[in-house]
């Protein structure tokens, strides 16, 4: 594999803590995506740090949004983990496992569905780690499958750019700050003696470093489809991909033994029936605490002020048990 990078001169002066660094993948971390059929295109960005990406349109109900969920699990524990035995995590999905690496470089190894293996020879490597703002990658891989006694040869290449960085509205009016734009194109071609199946998928990805996956894309997929007689076949189709819900292992969701209002709040929440003396912890999506707080004995209610949450959603927690969501507005 050949990786090519570059800076362009006119920046370089303001990349200097402007990298998108590696994320952690940990097993036992859930996510929801949500997938529409077009978008619009972003031209507000001047380049750089201190952008505004608001996608907060992305929901609308005329689109029909299609939700997908997944998990992270280790590697040993899927059936052909030793198949993809240099990856570092194998993520589960609309019943496929699939196989990356995080650390010197965003990598997929492969993937397994219905007993397909499409093992990659030559991984394919969407940019490395860390990626400056302004810099440029560029990689080739390969691979050879069976399919009902066909073999499957698999070539491409990927180019990805680290445009800028700033902050990213989604769907919900949930926030994320620094967040990196890398416009990637990404070009695959199997053949067989059959004729060749190409995609190309070009499109605005959003990655920060506190998730290991895709926050957000704005992708063009483009496929033909050409036999050896006849003619190609072309498919145009653009999508919208946002991040719904990402839960970590620790504050996992149970049964809920305690009511909050109102929700979604603004600036406070009143919680009805904790246990007295028991500890209030509210979890960000990603597992960070934000707040904790002790229920005081002889309340019925406990009040708990909000107004320093930013806007979006949250675990609560009470004690060693329940749990739930809580959403803030502003």
């Given at each position: 594999?050949?990786?090519?990078?570059?800076?362009?001169?006119?920046?370089?002066?303001?990349?200097?803590?402007?990298?998108?660094?590696?994320?952690?993948?940990?097993?036992?971390?859930?996510?929801?995506?949500?997938?529409?059929?077009?978008?619009?295109?972003?031209?507000?960005?001047?380049?750089?740090?201190?952008?505004?990406?608001?996608?907060?349109?992305?929901?609308?109900?005329?689109?029909?949004?299609?939700?997908?969920?997944?998990?992270?699990?280790?590697?040993?524990?899927?059936?052909?983990?030793?198949?993809?035995?240099?990856?570092?995590?194998?993520?589960?999905?609309?019943?496929?496992?699939?196989?990356?690496?995080?650390?010197?470089?965003?990598?997929?190894?492969?993937?397994?569905?219905?007993?397909?293996?499409?093992?990659?020879?030559?991984?394919?490597?969407?940019?490395?780690f860390p990626f400056d703002i302004g810099a440029t990658s560029e990689d080739t891989f390969a691979c050879?499958?069976?399919?009902?006694?066909?073999?499957?040869?698999?070539?491409?290449?990927?180019?990805?750019?680290?445009?800028?960085?700033?902050?990213?509205?989604?769907?919900?009016?949930?926030?994320?700050?620094?967040?990196?734009?890398?416009?990637?194109?990404?070009?695959?071609?199997?053949?067989?003696?059959?004729?060749?199946?190409?995609?190309?998928?070009?499109?605005?990805?959003?990655?920060?470093?506190?998730?290991?996956?895709?926050?957000?894309?704005?992708?063009?997929?483009?496929?033909?489809?050409?036999?050896?007689?006849?003619?190609?076949?072309?498919?145009?189709?653009?999508?919208?991909?946002?991040?719904?819900?990402?839960?970590?292992?620790?504050?996992?969701?149970?049964?809920?033994?305690?009511?909050?209002?109102?929700?979604?709040?603004?600036?406070?929440?009143?919680?009805?029936?904790?246990?007295?003396?028991?500890?209030?912890?509210?979890?960000?999506?990603?597992?960070?605490?934000?707040?904790?707080?002790?229920?005081?004995?002889?309340?019925?209610?406990?009040?708990?002020?909000?107004?320093?949450?930013?806007?979006?959603?949250?675990?609560?927690?009470?004690?060693?048990?329940?749990?739930?969501?809580?959403?803030?507005?502003?």
């Open positions: 594999m050949k990786r090519v990078f570059g800076l362009f001169v006119l920046i370089v002066p303001f990349l200097a803590t402007a990298q998108l660094q590696s994320p952690v993948a940990e097993a036992g971390e859930t996510f929801v995506q949500k997938v529409v059929e077009g978008f619009a295109d972003i031209t507000n960005d001047t380049g750089g740090p201190g952008q505004s990406y608001d996608l907060t349109y992305l929901f609308n109900p005329d689109w029909g949004a299609v939700e997908s969920s997944g998990s992270f699990v280790s590697v040993a524990s899927t059936p052909n983990g030793k198949v993809f035995a240099g990856s570092d995590i194998a993520v589960q999905a609309d019943g496929m496992n699939t196989y990356y690496s995080y650390g010197d470089s965003y990598e997929y190894h492969g993937g397994v569905q219905n007993n397909l293996i499409v093992a990659y020879s030559d991984t394919e490597e969407y940019f490395p050879d499958y069976g399919t009902a006694g066909i073999t499957v040869y698999r070539t491409g290449t990927v180019t990805a750019e680290c445009v800028s960085s700033g902050t990213l509205g989604l769907p919900g009016m949930v926030y994320y700050d620094d967040v990196y734009r890398v416009q990637m194109t990404e070009v695959l071609v199997d053949s067989t003696f059959l004729g060749t199946y190409e995609v190309v998928v070009t499109g605005d990805y959003f990655f920060s470093a506190d998730y290991p996956i895709t926050l957000a894309a704005l992708l063009n997929i483009s496929t033909v489809d050409t036999p050896i007689t006849g003619e190609p076949v072309v498919t145009e189709t653009a999508v919208g991909i946002w991040l719904d819900e990402y839960v970590v292992d620790t504050p996992e969701m149970e049964a809920s033994a305690f009511a909050m209002m109102p929700n979604p709040a603004r600036d406070h929440v009143t919680l009805v029936g904790l246990q007295p003396g028991s500890e209030v912890v509210v979890y960000g999506m990603d597992g960070r605490e934000w707040k904790r707080q002790l229920a005081r004995p002889g309340l019925r209610a406990e009040l708990m002020n909000v107004s320093d949450l930013p806007a979006g959603t949250y675990l609560v927690r009470c004690g060693e048990g329940a749990a739930q969501q809580l959403v803030i507005q502003r």
